[in-house]
């Protein structure tokens, strides 16, 4: 159905969920296995600037392609390459393609990558993109490091460290997911992010009139603004939510309305997207 497909075609993995022990360590031999033999790889969404129209930067999302299961979503893979302790050597395979791939990117476009808590802490990941801006030549600014709340439970001194670091040379820091979970204002004081997204359920529930949402939405922009944090929205998938995140003045949309993530082959430039999507069209004609 349409539903699955918007899922990116996982249904058959999700009715085949891995039922044991046994079975979940041969997941974990797989995917280290996918690792040495090319079977991962990153697909990327466009960010389009709210104003504009425009593409303003792609996220990167793994993707694992089961031979036997299909397509295996990150949600489930994440936890099993942790697991398995590969969390670091993948995570640095997705920083150093992600930045290898953006190098390619007009002017000032960034590329977003996801990292994870068990990613941060630990050594490692600031040499590890030093590492790959170094050898790609990305400017710093280009990258962004997607985080969710969950680097704050820990409390990891080091952690915070590693990101200011990583911050203080041009990188860019992202509060993934705000408003899902335990999200709390006071995490905005814990690191210097330059970006919050705004979870998926908040862009509908603001879109669809549900009055709590649209105060939580707005509550969010307000904050972003007095910080002076820009601000994505997540999930956009119809023009009616476009339409309402941009009157709320939040600064970038990222949705299946504006494209889903593709591998990098079938990524169309910067001018074909701002001319196939209506709303980019209205924008630019304001
Ligand atoms: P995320 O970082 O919040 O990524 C956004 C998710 O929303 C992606 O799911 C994307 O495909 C999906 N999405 C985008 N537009 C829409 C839309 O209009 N509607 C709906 N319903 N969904 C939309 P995906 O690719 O399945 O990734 C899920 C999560 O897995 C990501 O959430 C991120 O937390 C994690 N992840 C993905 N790639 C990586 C990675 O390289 N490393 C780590 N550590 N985590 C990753
Ligand atoms: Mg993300
Ligand atoms: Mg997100
Ligand atoms: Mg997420």
Known sequence: SGKEAGRGGYAFFEQQMYVDAEDYRSLENDVRNALSSDGLALHYQPIIDSR???????????????????????????PIIEDAGLIHQIGDWVIREACSEAIHWPGEMRVAVNVSAAQLSGPGIAETVLGALASTGLAPGRLELEVT?????????????????????????????????????????????SKIKIDRSFVHGAAEGERDCSAIVRAILALARGLSVETTAEGVENEREAAVMRALGCDQLQGYLFGRPVPATDLIDEQDLVDLHPFSRAARAL
């Open 52 to 78: 504009t129209g425009k593409l303003v930067g792609r996220e990167a999302l793994l993707r694992w392609s089961h031979p036997v299961r299909g397509p295996i979503p990150p949600d489930q893979f994440v």
């Open 149 to 193: 709340e969950s680097i704050f439970i820990g409390d990891d001194v080091s952690t915070l460290a590693a990101l200011e670091r990583l911050r203080a040379i041009g990188v860019r820091l992202v509060l993934d997911d705000f408003g899902k979970g335990y999200s709390s204002f006071g995490y905005l004081s814990r690191a210097h992010f």
